[in-house]
């Protein structure tokens, strides 16, 4: 399984990751509002890390977002909010980069909504529905992935723990498209602090399930 660490902030720890964990994939939020907002006062050194590093952002102009794909030298870009199918298309076609579209669920999905997004994204991102967007800690009824009608691989997001293992081996036998876990507020120590003890354990269970 690949493990996505997110809202990732301080130099420090950043490295630390790396040396300890070294996930599929790094994030970074740029959304202000977030108390995990990693674009104001950003250690420059970030851009350096060769971790891959994937700028997350909210209903984001596109020239922002390829600006902040420049500045920090990203490798991947999580659209996080409402971004239509053509500005998706845009991001895809002018970076070249990995491309995360989130959707997130509140009771049921609407799986056509998803079908013209499909050319222009690597893996979907279903998170669960919060009005902050993000980083809520909650996590949405996974029986709502049971249908999930397409070959295109997603990750699993939302309050996702170590408690939660077993549920995610369950769940992956079922669904060969699920690729991985995104991890965020469950393994912090303060917003935007990972625990990397913590992160490292979960990536050894994740080891086990294939
Ligand atoms: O983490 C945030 O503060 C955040 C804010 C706004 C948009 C996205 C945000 N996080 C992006 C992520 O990919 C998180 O990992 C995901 O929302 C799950 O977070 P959590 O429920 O804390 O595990």
Redesign the pocket.
Known sequence: MKL?V??MKYLRNIRDLEAQVRPDWM?L?F?P????FAGENADPEISKVSMKKVG?F?NEPSASILQKVEAFGLSGV?L?GDETVGQVQEIKEKSGLEVFK?FKVKDEMLWSELESYLPWVDYF?F??YTK???????TFDWGVLRDYPFEKPFLL????DMDQVHAISELKKNLHQFAGL?????FEIE?GLKDIAKVKGFKEELKNIR
């Open positions: 996505k997110c809202g994030g939020i959304y509002p977030s108390p995990r997350v909210v999580q996080h989130v991102l998170d669960t902050d967007h993000g980083g809520s800690g909650k997001s939302g309050g996702v995104d991890i965020n507020s469950k917003p």
